[in-house]
């Protein structure tokens, strides 16, 4: 017996819209791209710095209360030129820190993110919580989070390398909605 419906009809359950030719092409996004794109997204590296014995690189991210904005965190990447552990944090606080500056990757952009950023080498204090912790071997690393972290007003997410003698770098990707 033939089927009565060689192709999928509108009223069954595959049915689809979309048609995927080259004049009228679908198109996917990340949501990291559509972030991108809107001029939400942001990057923020520590650079390469030298980390003495026993202590840390400390690279911190403070969504202030009342900020009206969530952080998703894309990506953590970086290095170390020792073995080392990543270690993603909620909370803490780092002693003696600078301010870095959040860059928007849509490159021209002028939107801001309305993170507080530090960085610094030492042990992290105060209170904490630890969400990852990784194991490094020298060399280059990545954590691809896809917005799995997601850093409302009111806390902080802290990333640390360490510890040991080394020079290592901590870069972070999120977006902010």
């Not at 952080?71 to 600078?98: K, P």
């Not at 290592?168 to 999120?174: C, E, G, H, T, V």
Request: glycine share 12%; net charge neutral.
């Amino acid at each position: 017996m033939t089927n009565s419906h060689v192709f999928n009809q509108s009223n069954g359950p595959l049915y689809t819209q979309l048609t995927n030719t080259f004049s009228a092409p679908g198109i996917e996004s990340t949501p990291e791209g559509g972030a991108a794109a809107a001029g939400s997204s942001f990057t923020l590296t520590t650079g390469s710095v030298s980390v003495g014995a026993g202590l840390n690189l400390l690279l911190q991210v403070v969504n202030a209360t009342g900020s009206g904005r969530t952080l998703y965190v894309s990506r953590i990447s970086g290095g170390t030129t020792a073995a080392a552990t990543l270690t993603v944090y909620s909370g803490g606080t780092i002693t003696g820190a600078t301010t870095t500056t959040p860059v928007n990757t849509l490159l021209g952009n002028a939107n801001a993110s309305v993170m507080t950023t530090r960085q610094n080498t030492g042990t992290l204090t105060g209170t904490f919580t630890s969400l990852v912790s990784i194991p490094l071997t020298a060399g280059i690393y990545m954590l691809n989070l896809n917005g799995s972290i997601i850093v409302p007003p009111g806390q902080t997410l802290t990333i640390s390398v360490g510890t040991g003698s080394q020079t290592a770098a901590i870069n972070l990707s999120w977006w902010e909605f």
